[in-house]
């Protein structure tokens, strides 16, 4: 039986990838790169900060130090908090707020497993802060998905076994994680790209059979 339930932030809850662009973009300009495009931003999905920025230098053909490349991910960072300040509760994705409170209603612990450092700001700028029991973020961990270790401190931090829980995510990487972890998974996004998940929705605002996805064992 399912008793939490693990979302994923961006593209499951909100969508800050446009931000994350932008932000990129301008750096990438100020230091020379001036072919970064939407199709690389693509790879950035989930990914920490300091592999997207390896994916934004790729581009270039200098090398950096790594104090260079730190303060470029600073700057990055600094350009991407900027514009989060003008987030709030619009930028919620359709269904995710309702798919929420639905849980809980139901006695569902739920927790955040993000890649995203910034996770608990965006939280609490969107409203749904006061709507997680837990957050496993960037700053809880080192490896990436579909490394399962973001997913398992959610689940060590709610006190429940892997099997007890459910990822919902948008990625491949993400659900690969959730696999590792030995969690279910539920993808959400366009039915033509499978994510190979155990269930999978177009979004959330779409009819979930919630009763058999957690009470199946
Ligand atoms: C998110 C984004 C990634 C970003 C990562 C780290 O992952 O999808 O593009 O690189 O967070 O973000 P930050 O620089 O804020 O720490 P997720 O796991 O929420 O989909
Ligand atoms: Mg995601």
Known sequence: MI???????DGVLVSTDELHYKAWKRLAK?????????????KQRGVSRMESLQIVLDKGN?????????????????????MLKELDGSAVLPGALETVK???????????????????????KIGLLTYMDKISSGL?????????????????????PPQDCL??????????????????????????FSLGADY??????????WESILNEV
């Open 200 to 209: 999978e929705a177009e979004n959330l605002a779409v009819s979930i059979n």
């Open 3 to 9: 008793k939490g339930v693990i979302f994923d932030l």
């Open 140 to 160: 809880d961990t080192t490896r990436s998905k579909p490394d399962p270790e973001v997913f398992l401190v959610a689940a060590d931090k709610l006190g429940l």
């Open 102 to 124: 639905l849980l809980k209603e139901k006695g569902i612990m739920t927790a955040v497993g993000s890649a995203s450092k910034n996770a608990p700001d965006i939280l609490e």
């Open 30 to 42: 100020e230091i020379g790169i001036s072919d970064f495009k939407r199709e690389d931003n693509e």
């Open 167 to 192: 990822v919902i995510e948008d990625s491949a990487a993400g659900v690969q994680a959730a696999k590792a972890a030995g969690m279910k998974a539920l993808g959400v996004g366009p039915y033509y």
């Open 62 to 82: 200098k090398s950096y130090t790594e104090e260079e490349k730190e303060e470029f991910a600073e700057r990055k960072n600094n350009y991407y908090k900027e």
